[in-house]
């Protein structure tokens, strides 16, 4: 009887509602648990994502770094060796760069020979205006390491410029690029070449000696910063040149740069006749050689993406001044050595 005066029924349902309740915290308890590891693995996820990732982009560091210092490498051996390379079959440009002695006369061959340098498959023919070779340049050939040709023509005195004459009073370049014609003339056969006639005062992209490489009669470009204007230029439709974008005399048969085109060998080898000429009238050289090749409009093959990239400028070295030289003597007594070659 003692028990059943403890069991009362509302003790009873005391108990039964302190047994509910501590079941539902621990339902509660282990919700939240679960919930909470859900979130740990779910973090530990990103954290194994983020190690691999960053394994691999360690991997690419190492990768591109082995890269970098093989590229180097490759950099070195090119300037170590300073020659452009030779890769047998391709078709050999023939560059022709008619040059005379003046103080920036190095200067502008060691900047044009480091342009080379990168170009394969080349033959530099270099003509000076002069009675006879000069050791600087004949030096300076020889160290290139390139496959060259060294020559010499001199300009009569009535055809040269005198030192005040407007540059175009005058053409340039006249005698030394026939003789680098003639050149080609009885030291090529029909092998497969291409003729460029380089000056040594432009500036080229290595690009432009590609674009030009296959040409099959006359490949045609626009050169920059020439005849006055921010640029000349065939003038492309649907593929081919209709016209040209010049200033000067634009009626010109070929009015355009010397800079502006490259001539399969073979065209050189068709047309012996085919030169330049001191009688003609101003502007016409270029016009007169490529009439000369029997070249029409239609032959003209648009380069440098259809004639819309310059990829070669008509940059100009200004005269330099030597004036203190004369005031060092007087005022210090002192003179640059002769035999040091600038
Ligand atoms: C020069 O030309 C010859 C082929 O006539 C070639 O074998 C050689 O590799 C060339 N050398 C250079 C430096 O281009």
């Known amino acids: 009887m003692q028990l059943r005066r403890v069991c009362t029924p509302s003790r009873f349902l005391f108990w039964c509602v302190v047994a509910m309740a501590f079941f539902v915290v621990l339902m509660i308890y282990d919700t939240f648990r679960e919930c909470e590891s859900e979130e740990l693995r779910a ?52 560059l022709i760069t008619p040059t005379y002695t003046r103080m ?25 205006d002069a009675d006879a070779k000069t050791n600087l340049v004949a030096r300076f050939l020889k160290q290139t390491g390139f496959n060259y040709t060294h020559l010499n023509v001199a300009t009569p005195a009535h055809f040269k ?15 030394q690029r026939n003789a680098g014609l003639a050149w080609l003339r009885s030291n090529t056969k029909k092998q497969p070449g291409v003729l460029f006639f380089v000056d040594d005062d432009n500036t ?21 910063i020439v005849g006055y204007l921010r640029y000349e230029t065939p003038i492309v439709t649907d593929g081919k040149v209709t016209g040209w974008f010049t200033y000067f005399k634009p009626t010109r048969p070929f009015p355009m740069d010397m800079a502006g085109f490259a001539v399969n060998l073979a065209l050189i080898h068709s ?3 085919a030169g330049f000429s001191n009688e003609v009238e101003r ?15 239609d032959d003209l ?33 002192l003179q640059s050595d002769p035999n040091i070659e600038v």
């Not at 530990?44 to 970098?68: A, G, P, S, T, V």
């Not at 410029?161 to 005698?175: C, F, H, I, Q, T």
């Not at 070669?312 to 330099?320: D, G, N, P």
């Open 161 to 175: 410029l005198a030192s005040n004459d407007p540059s175009w009073l005058k053409p340039r370049g006249v005698l």
């Open 43 to 94: 973090t530990k996820r990103l954290l194994d994502n983020y190690h691999e990732q960053n394994q691999e982009l360690k991997n690419d560091q190492f990768i591109l770094k082995k890269k970098l210092k093989e590229a180097e490498q490759q950099l070195s051996s090119l300037s170590s060796d300073g020659k452009s390379k030779w890769v047998p079959g391709l078709p050999v440009i023939y």
């Open 283 to 297: 502007g016409y050289q270029e016009s007169t050689f490529l009439t000369g090749l029997g070249v029409t409009l």
């Open 301 to 333: 093959e648009p380069k440098a993406n259809m004639c819309s990239e310059v990829l070669v400028w008509h940059t100009r070295t200004e005269k330099s001044s030597l004036r203190n030289e004369e005031k060092m003597w007087k005022k210090y007594g």
């Open 104 to 128: 920036e006369q190095k200067a502008e061959l060691t900047r044009l020979s480091q342009t080379l340098m990168h170009v394969k498959n080349i033959h530099w023919i270099v003509i000076e």
């Open 204 to 224: 080229y992209s290595l690009r432009l000696f590609e674009e030009m490489r296959f040409t099959k009669k006359v490949s045609v470009w626009p050169v920059g």
């Open 271 to 273: 047309h012996p006749g």
